[in-house]
């Protein structure tokens, strides 16, 4: 498995991440899953307190190095206090069992408490060990900003948004070049838009023509575009072996430049609209946020 940068962290992260967000109720295929990703030369994995599987992280990676794997988890909105950072990443230690994060990240914004006092909390576990870097997740460029400009002592090492072949929301925001420009890692959530690409049959007929030129799959294809793209690392969701298998290959494909560029037409045809919209229209109205009751990354 191929390894690029992790920007700020100066850290080799293999190309490719696994996602844990909503795995099968098949614990023991998922943690199957994981570790046959990690025999594979995939180092990365991210979870999050709100998906529940930082057990199952914690199952796959228990007989593997823990200094050579880069495990990312995330702190829900509802706990961006001060102290309520410091207990929430101290239990995601606990049910990961590991006694430090590489990356911790801000799952949504909350604009009802104040960045500062939550970047505080951040830098803090910083300072303790406890964790590594700083990531935020869903974050606008402006947020992304504010969020920078609340800290002192650290930088934002990474931002992860829905990114996919038809979901590209993050390059017209200017959020993409931005990122780019200031080394600030993308982590690309549903890097096949949540399997909406599959119920696109013309797509899926685009993606196959260039598919079969490489002898790979239209899944492995759009993936492939994504590890073309610069500062981005995917995290598709695998929670079964012969996924993983697929997921792991695309990291083989070498795109020619005729082909990327045809690729890169496919969202003005078939653009996908992120999930995120529709929660970033209730920022505004909603003052602490719940979103257990939906399904969202």
């Known amino acids: 498995m191929e390894t690029k940068e992790f920007n700020k962290t100066k850290r080799q992260l293999s190309v490719l991440?696994?996602?844990?967000?909503?795995?099968?109720?098949?614990?023991?295929?998922?943690?199957?899953?994981?570790?046959?990703?990690?025999?594979?030369?995939?180092?990365?994995?991210?979870?999050?307190?709100?998906?529940?599987?930082?057990?199952?992280?914690?199952?796959?990676?228990?007989?593997?190095?823990?200094?050579?794997?880069?495990?990312?988890?995330?702190?829900?909105?509802?706990?961006?206090g001060y102290d309520d950072v410091i207990k929430a990443c101290e239990g995601s230690l606990e049910k990961l069992g590991t006694k430090y994060l590489d990356l911790y990240q801000?799952?949504?914004?909350?604009?009802?408490?104040d960045i500062k006092e939550t970047m505080r909390a951040m830098e803090k576990l910083v300072?303790?060990?406890?964790?590594?870097?700083?990531?935020?997740?869903?974050?606008?460029?402006?947020?992304?900003?504010?969020?920078?400009?609340?800290?002192?002592?650290?930088?934002?090492?990474?931002?992860?948004?829905?990114?996919?072949?038809?979901?590209?929301?993050?390059?017209?925001?200017?959020?993409?070049?931005?990122?780019?420009?200031?080394?600030i890692a993308i982590i690309a959530y549903s890097p096949l838009s949540h399997g909406k690409l599959f119920g696109n049959a013309k797509l899926m007929e685009d993606l196959l023509s260039i598919g079969k030129k490489y002898g790979k799959q239209p899944a492995q294809i759009a993936l492939s575009w994504l590890l073309h793209r610069d500062n981005t690392f995917p995290i598709p969701k695998a929670s079964n072996t012969e996924h993983m298998k697929e997921d792991i290959a695309s990291a083989d494909i070498k795109l020619n430049d005729e082909d990327i560029s045809f690729l890169s037409g496919l969202e003005e045809k078939y653009y996908t609209e992120p999930i995120s919209k529709g929660h970033k229209k209730k920022e505004d109205t909603i003052n602490r946020y719940n979103f257990r009751e939906e399904k969202t990354d």
């Open 17 to 80: 991440g696994v996602g844990t967000w909503e795995l099968s109720s098949d614990i023991n295929e998922n943690v199957k899953a994981i570790k046959y990703a990690l025999d594979n030369g995939i180092n990365f994995i991210d979870t999050a307190e709100m998906y529940n599987t930082e057990n199952v992280v914690a199952q796959a990676i228990k007989d593997y190095d823990r200094e050579k794997l880069f495990i990312a988890s995330k702190v829900w909105p509802t706990h961006f």
């Open 106 to 113: 801000l799952h949504w914004p909350n604009k009802a408490i």
């Open 127 to 183: 300072s303790d060990g406890k964790i590594k870097s700083i990531g935020i997740s869903n974050f606008s460029l402006s947020e992304m900003k504010d969020a920078q400009n609340a800290m002192s002592k650290y930088e934002i090492a990474s931002n992860q948004v829905e990114y996919s072949i038809v979901t590209r929301d993050i390059e017209k925001s200017g959020l993409f070049d931005y990122c780019r420009e200031n080394s």
